[in-house]
């Protein structure tokens, strides 16, 4: 089975912290996912990747940033906190584009 | 702007087939249609997928319609665990793997 290993499963910061969330798959998939999910609003897209060093801009990169310097580790920065980015965050991969992707069990951040 | 459309909710009977519709009227050509699950407080699992033949595997069958614009995850025995949102996905291209709002399913003894 694939396993996506995400590092928090809650995390509390504060507003204007630098926060990392870590990502890491076992399966050597090719691509991997972020997506923040918020009631109403279903699962909204980030960031993704389709390969070590690859990055793209998803629906809503604006105050993150992402790096993949790793084939089996993606790792999400907020790079100074706020309110608004208090949500569950779900990391995912796929092998490649037309196979399915399979999700981590998320992070739930607060910030407060 | 979901491309899905799914029943806000529905209940099963422990025991008895539980039959989920989707309808997607505007699909396109390439894209496949996928169906996940989330249990509360988990992330979201993969049940199954398929472009225009039905599928099944060891968790569920998809039904497609001849004309693609709809179809049905059938859950063959629902049981108590199978209570969760089940979600009908879209995706054939890149980063466009839209969750809608899903349907809450709710199995009972």
């Known amino acids: 089975d694939v396993k996506v290993t995400q590092s928090s499963r809650y995390l509390v910061k504060r507003t204007g912290e630098k926060v990392f969330l870590e990502c890491v798959q076992d399966?050597?998939?090719?691509?991997m996912f972020w997506y923040r999910q918020d009631p109403g609003l279903g699962l909204r897209l980030i960031y993704f990747?389709?390969?070590?060093?690859?990055?793209e801009k998803g629906d809503i990169p604006e105050g993150y940033s992402v790096s993949r310097e790793k084939k089996e580790r993606f790792s999400l920065i907020l790079e100074s906190a706020s309110t608004n980015q208090t949500s569950m965050y779900l990391c995912?991969?796929?092998?490649?584009?037309?196979?399915?992707?399979?999700f981590g069990d998320g992070t739930r951040l607060s910030i407060l | 702007d979901a491309k899905t459309t799914q029943p806000t909710s529905m209940d099963c009977a422990e025991g008895r087939a539980a039959n989920l519709p989707c309808n997607h009227s505007?699909?396109?050509?390439?894209?496949?249609v996928y169906w996940y699950r989330q249990i509360h407080s988990q992330g979201p699992q993969y049940i199954i997928h398929?472009?225009?033949n039905n599928e099944t595997n060891e968790m569920a069958s998809l039904i497609i319609t001849e004309d693609r614009k709809s179809s049905t995850l059938i859950l063959p025995h629902a049981t108590l665990r199978d209570t969760a949102v089940y979600y009908c996905?879209?995706?054939?291209?890149?980063?466009?793997?839209?969750f809608g709002a899903g349907t809450q399913v709710v199995v009972t003894p």
């Open positions: 995912a991969s796929s092998i490649n584009s037309n196979q399915p992707q399979h």
């Open positions: 399966m050597d998939h090719e691509n």
């Open positions: 990747s389709y390969d070590v060093k690859m990055k």
């Open positions: 505007t699909i396109s050509g390439n894209e496949y």
């Open positions: 398929g472009l225009k």
């Open positions: 996905i879209l995706w054939g291209s890149w980063g466009k793997f839209q």
